[in-house]
T-cell receptor, first 113, second 115 residues
Framework: DQQVKQNSPSLSVQEGRISILNCDYTNSMFDYFLWYKKYPAEGPTFLISISSIKDKNEDGRFTVFLNKSAKHLSLHIVPSQPGDSAVYFCAAKMGFRNNDMRFGAGTRLTVKP | NAGVTQTPKFQVLKTGQSMTLQCAQDMNHEYMSWYRQDPGMGLRLIHYSVGAGITDQGEVPNGYNVSRSTTEDFPLRLLSAAPSQTSVYFC??????????????FGPGTRLTVL
């Protein structure tokens, strides 16, 4: 039972354009959401997060939007750069507990020069 | 500061063999965890520890054992390897288990193949 779903396994965008990665969740008990980025042969690294009391969080070129009523979040990268090419994992926590965290299957982003 | 380290990077086992995946962190983190990543699935929690001497099961614990004798080390033992345990294994750590903004730091992973 996948509680966090990333329905697009891959996404390709042109350098300089916007990348939008989507994530859906089913458990309304999730209260904290995170995005991790993973390069080949490396572990995931934390990118950006958002609490369920907010609907937007920005950090430089990265913005995460949360729509609680739709149980949907998205990560926007503007402008996209070739170095952003990686696998992006969406994750959600319950009760802010790291041992109650669920991950999506990931979306492979390719940014073409 | 090396962060989270894992050894080995790659391992091939035969069915029924046992082995230990090593994980160490040098950040004095209380919380450590093991995940497995399979194609088409998100990372799934195998076991976790909230401090030395304290471990508990995650989502997919069967076939694995852990122990935490020191703050730094959290080895994962495969008791009798099965092909279904072919996966990429990640160790992670964070300062605490319950911090809202407490993010986990991941090691580089161990790619395990069981024949």
């Amino acid at each position: 039972d996948q509680q966090v779903k990333q329905n697009s396994p891959s996404l390709s965008v042109q350098e300089g354009r916007i990348s939008i990665l989507n994530c859906d969740y089913t458990n309304s008990m999730f209260d904290y959401f995170l995005w991790y980025k993973k390069y080949p042969a490396e572990g995931p690294t934390f990118l950006i997060s958002i609490s369920s009391i907010k609907d937007k969080n920005e950090d430089g070129r990265f913005t995460v939007f949360l729509n609680k009523s739709a149980k949907h979040l998205s990560l926007h990268i503007v402008p996209s750069q070739p170095g952003d090419s990686a696998v992006y994992f969406c994750a959600a926590k319950m009760g802010f507990r790291n041992n109650d965290m669920r991950f999506g299957a990931g979306t492979r982003l390719t940014v073409k020069p | 500061n090396a962060g989270v380290t894992q050894t080995p990077k790659f391992q091939v086992l035969k069915t029924g063999q046992s082995m230990t995946l090593q994980c160490a962190q040098d950040m004095n983190h209380e919380y450590m965890s093991w995940y497995r990543q399979d194609p088409g699935m998100g990372l799934r929690l195998i076991h976790y520890s909230v401090g030395a001497g304290i471990t508990d099961q995650g989502e997919v614990p069967n076939g694995y054992n852990v122990s935490r004798s020191t703050t730094e080390d959290f080895p994962l033992r495969l008791l009798s390897a099965a092909p279904s345990q072919t996966s990429v294994y990640f160790c992670a750590s964070s300062e605490t288990v319950t911090g809202a903004t407490d993010t986990q730091y991941f090691g580089p992973g161990t790619r395990l193949t069981v024949l």
